[in-house]
Every structure is written in C-alpha cells, then in structure tokens.
C-alpha cells in the first residue's frame, strides 16, 4: 500500500520567516499533504526548526543568553506563526528535541561502523577579531566559478556549486568584514564520492524527480563529488561521536537533513506506535516528497540519499523534490536589514492568513523565479478569488436565503443542462487533483477557481431569478445544481484555503469538518 511522506525544509530559527520562505517549503508542502489525505492517501507531513550551529551561538553571545533561550524563544514563534497561517503538520519538531540528538549519533556512528567516514587535519578559516572559527555561512567571498561576489563557503546561491570556505576569492568574515586567517583542525568526513555511482544511477533511474534538480545534481556528479565535512568547531550543536571527536559537533546542515527521519521516530514515539518509522522509513511503498527552495537541490538528491545509503538501513530514498525557484519582493531579494520584503508576523498582522496562502500558490514560482508586488496581489485577490469564486458563493447562498427561505431545494442535476454542468465540474475538480499530484499547485488551483467559473456561467445562463414566476422547477433545479458546486468549492478549496473553507462548510450546514472530508463527497446531493 503506498503511503507518503511530506517533507518540508527545516527553517533555520535565527529570524522570523519571510514569505518566500513560506511557499519555498511549508505552504506548498501543506497544499500537497491535504490533498493527499482528502484523496484517501495515508499521509505523513512533518518539519522542524532548525536550531544548531555558529550563527544561532553568535546571536546569542551579542544578547548575553545561552543558545537554547534564544532557540526556545524562536521555536515557539515560528510554530505558533505556521499554525497561524493554517501549516497541518503531523509533527513540527526541533534539532534540539532528545529523539532528533540521540538518532544523529546513532545514526553517525552507524555511517562510521560502516566504513564511510574518516578524520583528517584541514586548514580553517579563522577570524582572529572575533576569536572564533568560521563556518561555511560565516564566510563571504567571490565564487571561483561564476564569480559571484557573494558567495558563500558552502555553496553558491547563483550558480549553486558546493563550495569549501577556502575556495572562495577574497574571503571576508560576515560579522567584522576582516580577512580570516588559516588554522589547522582535525576534521571528520563522510566520504561522498564513494557513492557517485549509485547516487547518479539512482538520479537517472528516478522518473519523479523535476528536470531543474535533476541537471543540477547530475552536473554535480560529473564535476566530482568531495567528501563532506560533518564536524565543526562550535560548541552548539550535537557532539559528535566518533573517537577522538571530543569538542566537536556535527555541523548543522549534516544532521538538520536527518530530521526528516527523527521526526517520523518521534511522533511514532509520541503515539505509542512504534512500527510508524518502520512503515514509512523502510518500507519501499513510501513515496517521500520534499518541499524546498532551489538552493538546498544538492543536500536532497545527492548527500541525503547517499548518507541514507551509507546507513546500511534501507531507508526510503526521495521519491521526489518540489524545488520553488526563488521569489522576490517588488523585483528585489527579500531583506531584513533594508525593509525589502514581508515577514511572516507582518503577514498576519494586514491580512487574514488564506488571502496570503491564495496569492502565494497563485505566483508559486514553480519554473523561474517570480515576485512579489502588491498591485499584482491586489488584481488576484479582486479579480479571481473575490470576483469569481467569492462572487459565485455570494450570489448562490444569498439567492437560495431570499428567494427559498435557506432550504435547499431537490433536483441537482435533473435536467440535461445542470447535468452538463456537474459533470464538467467534477472533471475539473479531478484535473485539480492531478495537477497537485505532479506537484503543480499553481495550475491546481486554477482548476479549483475553475470549478466557480463554471458555476458562474451556469448560473448566468440559467437566470433562477427570471424562472421564479414562470417555471419553478426550473428554477429549483437551477438552484440545487449551483449549491452542489458550492459544496463542491468547499472541499476543493480546503487545502489552499483551509480557514474559509470552514467558513463555507458552516454557512452549508454540512456534518463533520472540511479537513477530515473526502473528495469522492464532494458531488454526493446535500441531505
């Protein structure tokens, strides 16, 4: 039986969230996962804050806190944001919950059982201003590559090659803007190239991946694969547990990545149901789909599937990734420190949260990047979502108050034409879930719009309001056809718009919840 895993990027809790990074991995993640379960699918959606590494310390060293004070506080407000916001994961964790910090070390410690990881002496980049080792985000410099000027020590983001801290041309400490000097450390390493070969077989073989994140991650197998530095010089994070490693910690990138894992463990856990990991970790009808921004493509089909390999476990590998090229704001890159951008707390301060998750899987930038503007983002929500959907809702539920006393009359579907349009209806509503099942949520939601566009012109064509007088029954067919499109809105609407798609289920009357309800109900006549 196949059973999915919906995954969403680990936000990094340093800042609050901004709205690219709200469709890039949590939004789009939970459009998909309430389709799924609205179609029946047993489904796992889980995520988590991402809470380790230097840039989490060194924040907390300007305010005089220990780390875990900041990540508490952070973690709390990011969860309560994506609640907010209507995110329906099955498990929001943290890296720093005991189950995610004792499966790291399991799991390392397995890979290097197995043979996969070894230790060496490198030369690191050290900023004698501030005292401290610099990890791969803590250094800035130009791409020998692109020649981005503003590229960072792990990769870049324009080009997206992997980068070490010391490739970079003119490296500069983010924080000081001062030259690092080179210091030796003993490192430990998971030997990725040793699995170039079944990772790139795996990559062509796999049908599900998009094309952008499949050139991307065999263009890096061609190039060579490096081992992979899985320790740093910081002290917050999860110790390593190799011998000799004492003092180290596992650098962040390299255990958020298992997160997806632990945080199936944990809920498992949480439930009382052991076997849940086993179920969607091992068995190979797992379908595991992950939500994220075009620059993590590399540590989801190369290094995640090559470490899940190295386990020896026999651990699912990505059925997919839906990668969301980049979205600005007004043609520019989202930025706290020059107010470019809106960020998730403003968000819901100007707006309530489905008017947000409308217009955001609207311009989902699926194959190029898009952006933000706010004349655009008034003509969406004017246009389509008020115009056309809300309109439609309108005219059927305050037509059927005025003229029927609220009583739904019998007769859905009973003539040729209100048939005709049911069923063009229903075949929209499948054409709905077929685009979100090739992960194409803005093209879904236009059919979901659709499915208003034929009420509207049903309605239109059929006058209810002139048959009144003169054919009745006429006029009840009429109304009871366009009610069952209204209740069919309220299912189709639910996963992009899940708070009005309550709204709309109340003012209908109808049993139980819009979230727990199948689509094989929608087009069922009211009661």
Excluded at 283 to 312: C, Q, W
């Amino acid at each position: 039986m196949v059973r999915w895993l919906v995954a969403a990027a680990w936000p990094y809790v340093y800042s609050i969230p901004h709205l690219g990074n709200l469709i890039g991995a949590p939004l789009s993640a939970d459009v998909f996962a309430r389709f799924l379960r609205k179609m029946g699918e047993e489904v796992l959606f889980v995520s988590g804050s991402d809470e380790h590494g230097t840039p989490i310390e060194a924040e907390a060293r300007k305010r005089g806190i220990p780390p875990r004070q900041l990540t508490d506080e952070m973690h709390e407000r990011i969860s309560e944001l994506f609640d907010r916001f209507g995110i329906s994961f099955d498990n929001y964790t943290r890296t720093e919950s005991s189950t995610h910090v004792e499966f790291v070390r399991d799991f390392y410690s397995r890979v290097y059982e197995n043979g996969h990881i070894f230790s060496r002496e490198v030369e690191l980049l050290y900023c004698e201003n501030d005292g401290m080792f610099l990890p791969d985000r803590f250094v800035v410099g130009t791409c020998p590559y692109c020649g981005n000027p503003s590229a960072y020590g792990d990769q870049c983001d324009v080009c997206g090659r992997l980068l070490r801290p010391t490739d970079l041309i003119d490296p500069k400490c983010v924080f000081c803007g001062s030259t690092p000097v080179s210091r030796r450390s003993r490192h430990w390493f998971f030997d990725l190239p040793k699995f170039a070969l079944r990772v790139r077989l795996y990559i062509e073989r796999n049908e599900n991946l998009p094309e952008n994140a499949r050139n991307m991650s065999l263009a890096m197998i061609r190039e060579g694969l490096e081992p992979r530095s899985l320790t740093r010089d910081c002290e917050w994070g999860i110790p390593a547990p190799f011998p000799g490693a004492e003092g180290k910690t596992i650098y962040v990138w390299m255990e958020a990545v298992l997160g997806y894992l632990s945080a199936v463990k944990e809920l498992g856990e949480r439930r009382g149901d052991p076997s849940l990991f086993d179920r969607f970790w091992r068995d190979p009808e797992t379908r595991a789909v992950y939500f994220i921004g075009k620059d993590n493509i590399p540590f989801h089909t190369v290094i995640l599937p090559a470490l899940l390999m190295a386990s020896g476990e026999g651990y699912v590998l990505p059925y997919s990734v839906a990668s969301t090229e980049f979205l600005m704001f007004e043609g520019e890159k989202f930025s706290k420190s020059k107010g470019v951008g809106i960020w998730l707390d403003e968000a819901l301060e100007l707006l309530d949260p489905d008017y947000w998750r409308y217009y955001l899987i609207a311009i989902r930038p699926e194959r190029r990047d898009s952006s933000f503007s706010w004349s655009d983002f008034e003509s969406k929500i004017n246009d389509e979502l008020n115009a056309i959907l809300g309109n439609f809702v309108h005219r059927v539920l305050s037509f059927l108050a005025s003229k029927f006393g609220g009583e739904v009359p019998g007769g859905s579907g009973a003539d040729r034409e209100s048939a005709e349009a049911l069923e063009e209806a229903k075949k929209t509503a499948r054409r709905a879930e077929e685009l979100a099942l090739s992960l194409r949520l803005r093209d879904a939601l236009r059919s979901v719009v659709g499915i208003a566009r034929i009420g509207n012109r049903f309605l239109n064509y059929r006058a209810p309001w002139e048959d009144l007088s003169k054919d009745r029954r006429r006029a009840e067919v009429t109304m009871a056809t366009s009610v069952s499109l209204v209740k069919a809105l309220a299912y189709y609407i639910e996963p992009f718009m899940p708070f009005s798609a309550e709204r709309l289920w109340n003012m209908l009357g109808l049993d139980g919840d819009p979230h727990s309800a199948r689509f094989s109900e929608a087009f069922e006549p009211l009661p």
